[in-house]
């Protein structure tokens, strides 16, 4: 017997296809999990490292271009070279603007710049690659780095007219960090860090400290990608919660949760982590 649309409506979803179940995302089934089984987690973390490394006061470090360049320079490298080879590209392409001082906040693993003019990103973008990989070698990944920062630069000028990337704070987070993705080169991590620093964009960067430490703790699923784990922290915290998520975990991995001989014994979030006590709640 053939059953008209009408009747197959009438008689259910047995006689028509069967319905398809929908893939749990499973970042919002983590996010479920934790507050099932290990509740607060999040927010208990950040106290205890809030007490131990104080409160990250958000402040704008200096202009979002220049924030996007030292971020590429850091790729791989220490905070510290990454200082040599930006130091090295405002000497050799000095820009005609005021000069201006980089001071990093806690978190940063340089020492700072002193002051100096900006570069200016029309000479950096237009330069000879071998000349440019010269001035920034100090940073290290010199030929990738410097390949990476010219196609940034000839892409934003190519997409706005000029090297400039203010426009990005009126944007909502998510479609910022998308404008930045879409340049390659720039992955989420970089655009997150650009944003969030630049502008105090409610965004968590996930670099290799943040991630090791969170991990270990169990914020974080064992198998999660580094691409997840950025949604995962959107997913677990409140967006005022982002700076200083980042920065006192950051702090926490620098000063004690080292990758190797981790200071269990002084660490303030012990008694929570999974990486001493599988069964930590
Ligand atoms: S208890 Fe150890 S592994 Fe866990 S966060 Fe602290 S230092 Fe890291």
Redesign the pocket.
């Known amino acids: 017997m053939i059953l008209s649309t009408t009747a197959k409506r009438a008689a259910g979803p047995k006689a028509g296809k069967p319905k398809r179940r929908r893939k749990p995302d499973p970042i919002l089934a983590w996010k479920r999990r934790l507050e099932r089984t290990r509740p607060g987690l999040a927010a208990y973390v950040l106290e205890q490292l809030r007490g131990r490394y104080g409160e990250p006061v958000w402040e704008p470090r200096w202009d979002p271009t220049s924030e996007l360049i030292l971020t590429i320079l850091t790729q791989n490298s220490a905070d510290t070279n990454a200082e040599k080879a930006f130091q090295e590209l405002r000497r050799a392409y000095p820009g005609d603007g005021p000069p201006v001082a980089h001071r990093p906040g806690p978190g940063w693993g340089g020492v700072g710049l002193p002051d100096g003019v900006t570069p200016d990103w029309l000479r950096v973008e237009v330069a000879p690659l071998d000349e440019l990989v010269e001035v920034i070698r100090p940073g290290g990944l010199p030929n990738a780095k410097a390949k990476g920062i010219q196609a940034a630069l000839r892409t934003i000028r190519e997409r706005r007219g000029d090297h400039r990337l203010d426009f990005l704070a009126e944007m909502p987070a998510l479609e910022a960090r998308a404008w930045l993705t879409s340049i390659p080169g720039i992955g989420v991590k970089t655009a997150s860090v650009l944003l969030l620093f630049a502008f105090g964009t409610p965004l968590m960067p996930v670099d290799r400290h943040v991630e090791?430490?969170s991990r270990?703790?169990g914020l974080l699923p064992a198998k999660a990608t580094a691409d997840q784990a950025h949604e995962v922290f959107l997913a677990l915290l409140e967006p005022d919660q982002m700076h200083e998520a980042h920065v006192n975990l950051i702090q926490?991995?620098r000063r004690?949760?080292?990758a190797r001989n981790?200071?269990?014994d002084?660490?303030?979030?012990?008694e929570r982590?999974?990486?001493?006590d599988p069964k930590a709640p």
């Open positions: 090791r430490v270990r703790i926490h991995g004690i949760c080292h981790p200071q269990h002084i660490c303030p979030v012990r982590c999974r990486f001493v």
